[in-house]
């Protein structure tokens, strides 16, 4: 079974231009959740969806970020435009079942560089 | 609000030696807690997890104990091998959002 994926792994930007993350989650899985992970630090949720629904993107900072799940399938996040302090690994996990217990599957990420 | 609190790291130990890296946590009501693995260019595994206070969940050798009393849910395994090396997070699930420790490197000396 494949697992989550993303692209791209590596991105380097200037300050002030837009960059897209891409994520493909477990075939299957209704959940999918965006995480920053700042350098030393665990990730931080930015946004949850449930199918196509945003349930809660209560931490995604809407000035500059946005995200999408069109068909409740794969899903972009979107930064416009970068800030230096939005460099960090950008990771994406999904999961089959919301709620207590349930095991979120994370991908292999995307590191962004803001220059 | 939830929050995890694990030791700092690095710990670094010789292989074989006994492992343990603290994690406590702050929370409303009784989460789910979980320790993830985050091995060199990969992405976070899940590699146990305990659901109510006095369980223990275990997994590659690994242990932990969910204790409501100390808050706490410390990691530990018996003998450490040099493919232990990575990162290891502390987590809790409440309100349906995961939040995670600030994570502890380890290394393991051959």
């Known amino acids: 079974e494949a697992g989550v994926v993303q692209s791209p792994r590596y991105k380097i930007i200037e300050k002030k231009q837009p960059v897209a993350f891409w994520c493909n989650p477990i075939s299957g899985h209704n959940t999918l959740y965006w995480y920053r992970q700042n350098l030393g630090q665990g990730p931080e949720l930015l946004i949850r969806?449930?199918?196509?629904?945003?349930?809660?993107d209560s931490q995604l900072p809407k000035d500059r970020f946005s995200a999408e799940r069109l068909k409740g399938v794969d899903s972009t996040l979107k930064i416009q435009p970068a800030e230096l302090g939005d460099s960090a690994v950008y990771l994406c996990?999904?999961?089959?079942?919301?709620?207590?217990?349930?095991?979120?599957?994370f991908g292999p990420g995307t590191r962004l560089t803001v220059l | 609000g939830n929050s995890v609190t694990q030791m700092e790291g690095p710990v670094t130990l010789s292989e074989e030696a006994f492992l343990t890296i603290n994690c406590t946590y702050t929370?409303?009501?009784?989460?789910?807690l979980f320790w993830y693995v985050q091995y060199p260019g990969e992405g976070l595994q899940l590699l146990l997890k305990?659901?109510?206070?006095?369980d223990k969940g275990s997994n590659k050798g690994f242990e932990a104990t969910y204790r409501k009393e100390t808050t706490s849910f410390h990691l530990e395994k018996g003998s450490v091998q040099v493919s232990d090396s990575a990162v290891y997070f502390c987590a809790l699930l409440g309100g349906n959002k995961l939040v995670f420790g600030a994570g502890t490197i380890l290394r393991v000396k051959s």
């Open positions: 969806y449930e199918n196509e629904e945003a349930v809660d």
């Open positions: 996990a999904s999961s089959s079942v919301a709620g207590a217990h349930n095991e979120q599957f």
């Open positions: 929370a409303t009501g009784y989460p789910s």
């Open positions: 305990a659901t109510k206070a006095d």
